[in-house]
């Protein structure tokens, strides 16, 4: 069974960097889109971006452009997000998922079809 | 950016109900709309994409309608494993956002 796996919880000081990571099994990995979610204490969930392992492409939503980095390592199935200086607002739990285009009549959806379990980042000083 | 509204944010219901829960876009999405369920500490689930599109592996008791602004999920015979936080996204235009959610909980 296909399954993302997530790296574990961090906690980390405000102005700290941080590398998270989002590691595919199966197939298909390196030629799915892989998007970033952003759930914030007791709010709803914010779509990061998205980035392509197999040439590490990436898309940005514009309130994230700028302050994280999405990248892959094909060779071993992997997708990161990435901060170079965390801030106290950066808390939240992050998820990565797979994103896959859904064919229905001759029309192409998109949605985000398996995800991982995410990973818990805490900022505090 | 499209902005994505649910209704209600809670929802106390019991087991064998039929429960709606609404999402209305700020402008006309056709049926570029997904939904999911989420249960705290797991991987957020697909149910529907395209509005009524049944993602393989969910309940039949789960279904979808809806286009343009409005649209709704319902559950059929609530199950006690149904007891969740579901969410709509819009897949239309991007950034793909998501509605606030509304929790399903124990009536």
């Known amino acids: 069974e296909v399954e993302l796996e997530q790296s574990g919880a961090e906690m980390k000081e405000p102005g700290e960097s941080l590398r998270i990571s989002c590691k595919g099994s199966g197939d298909r990995f390196t030629t799915s889109w892989i998007a970033w979610v952003r759930q914030m204490p007791g709010k709803s969930l914010e779509w990061m971006g998205i980035?392509?392992?197999?040439?590490?492409?990436?898309k940005y939503s514009p309130s994230f452009q700028g302050r994280v980095t999405m990248s892959a390592d094909k060779s071993r199935n992997v997708a990161y997000l990435q901060w170079s200086s965390l801030r106290a607002s950066d808390t939240a739990i992050y998820y990565c998922?797979?994103?896959?285009?859904?064919?229905?009549?001759?029309?192409?959806?998109?949605?985000?079809?398996?995800w991982g379990r995410g990973t818990v980042v805490i900022v505090s000083a | 950016d499209i902005q994505m509204t649910q209704s209600p944010s809670s929802l106390p219901a019991s087991v064998g109900d039929r429960v709606t829960i609404t999402c209305r876009a700020s402008q006309n999405i056709n049926n570029y709309l997904n939904w999911y369920q989420h249960k705290p500490g797991t991987a957020p689930k697909l149910l529907i994409y395209a509005a009524s599109n049944l993602q393989t592996g969910v309940p039949s008791r789960f279904s979808g309608r809806g286009s343009g602004t409005d649209f709704t999920l319902t559950i059929n015979g609530l199950q006690p494993e149904d007891f969740a936080t579901y969410f709509c996204?819009?897949?239309?235009?991007?950034?793909?956002?998501f509605g606030q959610g509304t929790n399903v909980d124990v009536k």
């Open positions: 996204q819009q897949s239309f235009r991007p950034p793909p956002a």
């Open positions: 980035v392509y392992p197999e040439d590490s492409d990436t």
């Open positions: 998922a797979r994103h896959r285009q859904f064919l229905v009549g001759t029309m192409y959806y998109d949605a985000l079809d398996l």
